[in-house]
């Protein structure tokens, strides 16, 4: 794992589309501006609890993991249900929610690191993506105020 494929490369790098087109729309505003912020909400949100999917996986696949992994395998998707229930309750949102979510993903990579599953070629990868689409998470949030 320490090399990983292209394909791996490509489709990890084509994962931030999304978020950088939920960018663009917000920075040029408009009606569609709303709708790409709730899309750059839960596309972040569906990573982040994707990401809470790979380390239960991890988790199971060693032979003696953590103790808290499983724990924190599920946090992600617990963390993302709070962030977006100010919207269903019709408060301000989504900004500041944007920016605790970019954040918590930019830095998730130290969570691989602690699980002691962290290859080379896998955290280069995953600090690449995990600070890109934080960090338009984060833009995102910033901008919407």
Known sequence: MDRLSDNARLLGYAGLLPQAAAFMAVLKGGPE?????????????????????????MAFAMPKPPRWIFAMAVLP????????????I???WPGPELI???????VSPL????????????MALRWRLSLGLGGFTVAIGLMSH
């Open 90 to 92: 019709g408060e301000t």
């Open 111 to 122: 969570v691989d690191r602690a699980i002691g599953c962290a290859p080379q070629g896998w």
């Open 33 to 57: 501006g709303w709708t790409a912020l709730a899309l750059s909400f839960g596309y972040a949100a569906l990573i982040f609890s994707f990401l809470g999917g790979i380390w239960w996986g």
């Open 100 to 106: 605790v979510l970019g954040a918590l993903i930019a």
């Open 77 to 88: 998707s617990l963390i993302a249900l709070v962030l977006w229930f100010p919207w269903m």
